[in-house]
């Protein structure tokens, strides 16, 4: 499945947008939070490693199972410095519930409701998300916007 997450603002302490799975308003869709944009100054090209949404592009989902996020997925586009694990400028970028961008490292959350700063319910979109998208690979992410 190809996934779609369109950004829509960022006020420099979050990032927020929707993500679906589909261009059509009937299809499901998701709000979502994340950190803010912040370059990396030393030139890597995947953003300040958790403190930074990641930029915008193309990206393969690759199954993540940890204690801490299992059966998670994690974005992957090595041209954008952004690989599964490390050694690797951006590494473990996933998908994952959240509320707040303060609890992210550079990953991103849905919700079901976008509240200012923040989306609410966001393991109840987590496990909508999960019901519509089986666990494996060969998913893809077309991150656009800000």
């Not at 994340?34 to 030139?43: N, V, Y």
């Not at 989902?61 to 694990?85: K, M, Q």
Request: with cysteine; hydrophobic share 40%.
């Amino acid at each position: 499945m190809n996934l779609l997450l369109i950004r829509d603002s960022d006020d420099g302490v979050c990032t927020l947008g929707v993500l679906s799975l589909g261009p059509n308003l009937d299809d499901p869709h998701w709000q979502t939070i994340e950190r803010p944009w912040i370059a990396d100054l030393t030139g890597k090209l995947g953003g300040l490693a958790g403190r930074s949404c990641v930029p915008p592009g193309n990206y393969d989902l690759v199954i993540h199972d940890s204690e801490a996020h299992p059966e998670t997925w994690a974005l992957v586009n090595p041209v954008l410095g952004v690989r599964h694990f490390p050694p690797s400028e951006r590494s473990a970028v996933l998908i994952h519930p959240a509320n707040y961008a303060h609890e992210l490292r550079g990953c991103i959350a849905p919700g079901l409701i976008r509240a200012p700063r923040s989306v609410l319910r966001s393991r109840d979109a987590f496990a909508q998300l999960k019901a519509v998208l089986p666990w494996r690979n060969g998913h893809t992410l077309e991150i656009r916007g800000p």
